[in-house]
Nanobody, 126 residues
Framework: EVQVVESGGGLVQAGGSLRLSCVTS????????IGWVRQAPGKEREVVAC????????NYAGSVKGRFTISSNGAKNNVSLQMNRLKPEDTAVYYC???????????????????WGHGTQVTVSS
C-alpha cells in the first residue's frame, strides 16, 4: 500500500506563487510516475503535470506550461509543484497521485493513477 499526502495549498492573489508538496510512502517500488491533478468546482479533473520516477521526464498541460514546474528530490518520493503567475482559473483542489504509468512528452496524460492523496485547496483571487 502507498500513502500520498499533499500540503502547501492556500489563498493567493493573481500573479502570486504557491508551492505544493507531495510525499509518498509505503511500497513505492511500483510507482513509475507522480502527477498533479486538479479539479475546479463544476469542471472535470485536469492533469496539470507529471514526473517520471526513473529519469525525471516531465509533461505539462498547456494551461500551465511555462508557469508551473514539477520536480522531485533525490529519493524520488517527494515531489513539488511550483506554481508561478497564478490566475483565478487555477483555483481548484489539487491532488497528488502516483502509479504505474508512464510520463513524458511522448505519452498522453492519463488519470489512471493507483494512489491518490486527499487534495489541497488552491484559491487565486482576482
Amino acid at each position: 500500500e502507498v500513502q500520498v499526502v499533499e500540503s502547501g495549498g492556500g489563498l493567493v492573489q493573481a500573479g502570486g506563487s504557491l508551492r505544493l508538496s507531495c510525499v509518498t510512502s509505503g511500497f513505492i517500488h511500483d510507482i513509475y510516475a507522480i502527477g498533479w491533478v486538479r479539479q475546479a468546482p463544476g469542471k472535470e479533473r485536469e492533469v496539470v503535470a507529471c514526473i517520471a520516477s526513473s529519469d525525471g521526464r516531465t509533461n505539462y498541460a498547456g494551461s500551465v506550461k511555462g508557469r508551473f514546474t514539477i520536480s522531485s528530490n533525490g529519493a524520488k518520493n517527494n515531489v513539488s509543484l511550483q506554481m508561478n503567475r497564478l490566475k483565478p482559473e487555477d483555483t481548484a483542489v489539487y491532488y497528488c497521485a502516483a502509479g504505474a504509468i508512464y510520463c513524458g512528452e511522448d505519452y498522453p496524460f492519463t488519470e489512471e493513477y493507483d494512489y491518490w492523496g486527499h487534495g489541497t485547496q488552491v484559491t487565486v483571487s482576482s
